[in-house]
């Protein structure tokens, strides 16, 4: 599928064959395969979803919604890129400024894609725009507690396990326990 090699707002970042760079309008039909592909089991580590999040209409609204928001400097949505193919997404998200200069992460891929260091290279790249494109301290992840693949993704790209966080997020309609992970500028 055709999709814009850059997103238009900020910089596109690389790493050994996976890059990030900011969503685009035209990116909304590769999403929706991606979303409806994988729906199952995203479905099982996010929040829920309304059922128009799975068409079209509602792809374009959600990338709309992210680019005002990219502009308004209070959360960034990427994709991610493999040879220039769409196969995941990364928001840097709930962005704090004051004494916390502080932001979450999250991140998905295509079921195709894991098991290839994709997630943990984009991760890296989401840190340094976050430290040096943003100009914040400190970027956090939660990761509910049997989510053992996305902890070895935070681990690899040098995140510091902080503890456990109890009935942190509602989950697939659920308030579930998380494990909190960090890093900062210094690191
Ligand atoms: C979480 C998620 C992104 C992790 O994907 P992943 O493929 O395990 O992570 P990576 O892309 O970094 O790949 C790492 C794997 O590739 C291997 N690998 C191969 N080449 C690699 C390289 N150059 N660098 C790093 N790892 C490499 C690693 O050894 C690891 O394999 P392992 O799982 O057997 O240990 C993915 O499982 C997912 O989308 N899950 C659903 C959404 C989700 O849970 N999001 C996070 C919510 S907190």
Redesign the pocket.
């Known amino acids: 599928m055709a999709v814009p090699r850059t997103g238009g707002l900020g910089p596109r970042l690389e790493d050994?064959g996976t890059a990030i760079r900011a969503m685009a309008d035209a990116d909304a039909p590769a999403l929706l395969a991606l979303r409806l592909a994988n729906r199952e089991?995203?479905g099982a580590?996010e929040p829920l979803r309304p059922a128009a999040f799975f068409t079209l209409r509602g792809q374009e609204d959600a990338v709309r919604w992210l680019s005002h928001a990219w502009r308004d400097g209070t959360r960034y949505g990427f994709v991610i890129l493999a040879r220039e193919e769409v196969i995941?997404g990364l928001t840097v998200d709930n962005v704090v400024r004051g004494a916390w200069q502080n932001a979450t992460l999250?991140?998905?891929?295509d079921a195709a894609a894991?098991?290839?260091?994709?997630?943990?290279?984009a991760v890296g790249l989401a840190a340094r725009f976050a430290f040096e494109h943003v100009g914040l301290h400190r970027l956090q992840?939660?990761?509910?507690v049997a989510?053992t693949?996305?902890a070895?993704?935070l681990r690899?790209a040098g995140f510091r396990p902080e503890g456990r966080a109890e009935r942190y997020l509602c989950i697939a309609g659920r308030w579930e326990d998380h494990d909190l992970y960090a890093r900062t500028a210094e690191d």
């Not at 894991?114 to 290279?121: F, I, L, M, S, Y």
């Open positions: 050994d089991r995203l580590v995941g999250g991140y998905w891929l894991e098991g290839q260091g994709h997630a943990t290279r992840a939660a990761v509910m989510n693949r996305s070895g993704v690899r």
